[in-house]
């Protein structure tokens, strides 16, 4: 029984350990990643021939997901501190926001009646001319 464990062990878990290392560096693999892969590969290999070594590779394991679970936990604290943070500044900046021009929707104005009407050829000239008759002045012939 022991046998065929290490024996599907070795067929199955770490050819998947290889593809779940390559698809994490995908591009040119770091040297030194690499080394520490070859390394824990080694070493779980030896963990298979020593008396008791699927139990102790088991209870490592173990122990690491118990790490990454606790990491991940940390993570989420992490998260929603964040979003808390982040909330708080979006209330604090919505109140100001009414008041500021880019929030206030364009509207056109009113286009002014003035004494040149039958100058005008657009609506800016409108606004042209009641700002010349405000000063005094009239439009060049």
Known sequence: MRIRTIRRFSQWVIPLFLVMAMAVRAGEP???????????????????????GIPELNRRLNAEIDRAEQ?????????ESVKKRFNRIAQSNSRAAPDHWAYI????PAIPPTKFEERVRNPIDSFVFKRLEEEGLEPSP
């Open 105 to 108: 929707p364009p509207v056109s």
């Open 30 to 52: 770091d040297q030194g990643d690499r080394a520490k892969f070859e390394n824990l590969i080694d070493r779980i290999e030896r963990i298979q021939t020593t008396p008791g």
């Open 71 to 79: 990491d991940l936990q940390k993570l989420d604290e992490d998260l």
